[in-house]
């Protein structure tokens, strides 16, 4: 009898203890780097389709922009971090950093295609030029993955970097890959034929987004620590200027003409448009919930499409910089 009680409790035990276990795994990945917010939003190609992500919400939605209403919540997400289509527009890659991986979906049947795996941290994402390979910011292993989007699967893992987040983006020749170190405050270059480091631009304050001109001169970085937008020499590789925009911005999103850049402003709910010729800022933009980084132009210059908090897009006039109209999620 006091065998059976002790094999019953040591079962009971085994149980629970698993049990626990189990919950704090889920719990683990419910909360990694759970205090790291970021939104994402990208536009088909077409400019039929934008998909919506924020990292505290487990859901992304997909919004049909000719009929402003929503297609399609996708579901089984835990930390959505970053969105990018392919240049088709028929599939489009989604990042999740508490999954560990980067999700292919075809863009007209919101079905998964694939899972790239590649450890917990994967981020911000971008595509290089010819959209033969993603790059992938690895803020966990402090690393950059390079990713074979034919074969699906990395072809090369750089190291050295410091947390690198959500700011990636490709020179628009191509051949250097800029990464922003969030612990670093630093943007690292990264040659794209060779993948290795090859310098680096220092002197930022908690950066967040950055945005490049057409001819590659110029790179623009949003310092969340500092309420501004710096200005930065891509050719001396130093910061020229910074200019004070409004409080905690995460954006610094250019215009398709290189005539502006927008600053995400999430502690005061606006957009600081700076003048890029006189770098002052020409006015502010207001009526948005807690923008982010996630800011896209429409291809014909007269109109930017702003994420908000509560995953709704703000339609914003470029011609008066005010919002026009607010997609609304169901």
Avoid: C
């Amino acid at each position: 009898m006091n065998v059976i009680k002790k094999t019953v409790t040591a079962l009971t035990l085994g149980v629970a203890l698993a049990t626990t276990m189990s919950a704090l795994a889920a719990e683990d990945r419910w909360t990694f780097d759970g205090d790291i917010h970021n939104n994402s939003l990208a536009v088909s190609p077409d400019e039929t389709t934008a998909v919506v992500s924020y990292s505290q919400r487990p859901d992304v939605v997909v919004y049909d922009l000719k009929t402003g209403k929503v297609r399609q919540v996708l579901t089984g997400y835990v930390t959505p971090r970053n969105i990018v289509f392919s240049p088709t527009g028929d599939v489009f890659y989604l990042s999740d950093s508490s999954l560990g991986v980067v999700r292919k979906i075809d863009t007209k049947t919101l079905k998964v295609i694939a899972d790239i795996p590649l450890g917990a941290g994967a981020f911000g994402t971008t595509l290089s030029k010819d959209g033969s390979l993603l790059y992938v910011n690895n803020e966990a292993a402090s690393t950059l993955s390079v990713i074979d989007l034919d074969h699906q699967r990395p072809v090369a893992v750089v190291p050295g970097f410091s947390q690198p987040r959500q700011g990636i983006r490709v020179s628009p020749d191509g051949k250097t890959v800029y990464v922003t170190n969030f612990l670093g405050d630093k943007i690292t270059l990264v040659d794209s034929k060779t993948n290795k480091i090859e310098g680096e631009i220092t002197g930022f304050n908690k950066l967040r987004a950055i945005s490049i001109s057409a001819d590659g001169s110029t790179l623009y970085a949003a310092n969340s620590g500092s309420n501004s937008i710096a200005v930065v020499d891509t050719q001396k590789r130093a910061i020229t200027t910074t200019v004070m925009v409004g409080k905690d911005p995460y954006g610094a999103a250019l215009t398709p003409d290189g005539l502006h850049v927008y600053s995400g402003n999430l502690g005061d709910n606006s957009l600081s448009v700076i003048d890029t010729k006189t770098l002052k800022v020409t006015t502010t933009v207001t009526g948005l919930k807690a923008p982010r980084q996630a800011i896209v132009f429409t291809k014909d210059k007269s109109k930017a499409y702003v994420l908000n908090e509560d995953l709704s897009i703000s339609t914003v006039d470029l011609a008066s910089n005010k919002v026009v109209s607010t997609l609304k999620p169901d």
